[in-house]
């Protein structure tokens, strides 16, 4: 079993819809979560962190983190094709653990 | 800063050639992480150093990879033989220490024909 699990998707939604992607993971030792975003042909780039529980909120991204249930989640309100990419969940303990990566089509 | 610079951004060779790739970290970074990723199999973890040295080389596929980071601001990654399966994009990133804020390079696309 791999310590982060993400479902690959493809997600395709239209313009000003919200969007949800989960992980969930397995080991309770991790404190940072972190989620990337990917363009196509470029490297991933961090978009947003969350340090144990809790929410945190960065313009029209929301990330949540459920430690109790191992799970967390990125929400991307009012989507814009801009945000077509590859999100990719990733956490850390002594190296890094990344999910498999969603990706997101939003059509205009 | 430049952020972390990898050469050659694209690679093209011959089944059983040498391929190396190089990485210049982010300057006071003192983690350095080697990835690859296909479609297939995603974003796998080759090896990562803490301050020049290999902490966990665990994701080396074969005895074909190795890895070396000289000093702080460089490291290879060396395939001997190359072989068509090694056709994927290489990235490098680096980070402090505890620091979740990894920085990814432009990656290098690799294809063994």
């Known amino acids: 079993q791999k310590e982060v699990e993400q479902d690959p998707g493809p997600l395709s939604v239209p313009e000003g819809a919200i969007v949800s992607l989960n992980c969930t993971y397995s080991?309770?030792?991790?404190?940072?979560f972190m989620w990337y975003r990917q363009y196509s042909r470029k490297g991933p780039e961090l978009l947003m962190y969350?340090?144990?529980?809790g929410n945190k909120e960065d313009g029209r991204f929301t990330a949540q983190v459920d430690k109790s249930s191992k799970y967390i989640s990125l929400f991307i309100r009012d989507s814009q094709p801009s945000d077509s990419a590859t999100y990719l969940c990733?956490?850390?303990?002594?190296?890094?653990?990344f999910g498999s990566g969603t990706k997101l089509n939003v059509k205009p | 800063d430049a952020g972390v610079i990898q050469s050659p951004r694209h690679e093209v060779t011959e089944m059983g050639q040498e391929v190396t790739l190089r990485c210049k970290p982010i300057?006071?970074?003192?983690?350095l992480f080697w990835y690859r990723q296909t479609m297939m199999r995603g974003l796998e973890l080759l090896i990562y150093?803490?301050?020049?040295?290999?902490?966990?080389d665990s994701g080396m596929p074969e005895d074909r990879f190795s890895a070396k980071m000289p000093n702080a601001s460089f490291s290879t990654l060396k395939i001997q033989p190359s072989e068509p399966r090694d056709s994927a994009v290489y990235f490098c990133?680096?980070?402090?220490?505890?620091?979740?804020?990894?920085?990814f390079g432009p990656g290098t696309r690799l294809t063994v024909t």
């Open positions: 990733a956490m850390r303990r002594d190296k890094f653990y």
């Open positions: 300057s006071g970074h003192n983690s």
């Open positions: 150093f803490n301050n020049n040295v290999p902490i966990d």
């Open positions: 990133a680096s980070t402090g220490i505890q620091s979740y804020e990894q920085y």
């Open positions: 080991n309770s030792a991790f404190q940072y």
């Open positions: 969350t340090y144990s529980s």
